[in-house]
């Protein structure tokens, strides 16, 4: 069992950076795959980035690519989304997830563990 919680949203003007963590509690977090997906209003939930337990494999959504960075630290059962150069289309809630990518990495079923997300506004 894990039990995540994110952190590091708020309000933020375009162009500018924010970084979100999610840390996790439980064990052997560094078995899990780590993702982080988004939501905006009256809009399906997206992918958004996603890490391998070691951290060799990473993906990212084609609209984020550049701009946003993920990155994991085991030790500290943390896993980051650093995003730079928001724009107002970025404006959404964030929820990191875990799991073990039984599918594909880019897919919310791959993930059996949600935190309850933090919401991320950026103003034009």
């Known amino acids: 069992q894990v039990q995540l919680v994110e952190s590091g949203g708020g309000l933020v003007q375009a162009g500018g950076s924010l970084r979100l963590s999610c840390a996790a509690t439980?064990?052997?977090?560094?078995?899990?795959?780590m993702g982080w997906f988004r939501q905006a209003p009256g809009k399906e939930r997206e992918f958004v980035a996603a890490?391998?337990?070691?951290?060799?494999?990473?993906y990212y959504a084609d609209s984020v690519k550049g701009r946003f960075t993920i990155s994991r630290d085991n030790a500290k059962n943390t896993v980051y989304l650093q995003m730079s150069s928001l724009k107002p289309e970025d404006t959404a809630v964030y929820s990191c997830?875990?799991?073990?990518?039984?599918?594909?990495?880019?897919?919310?079923?791959?993930?059996?563990?949600w935190g309850q997300g933090t919401q991320v506004t950026v103003s034009s």
């Open positions: 439980g064990r052997a977090f560094s078995t899990y795959a």
């Open positions: 890490i391998s337990g070691s951290g060799s494999r990473i």
């Open positions: 997830a875990a799991g073990y990518w039984n599918r594909a990495a880019i897919r919310s079923d791959a993930y059996d563990y």
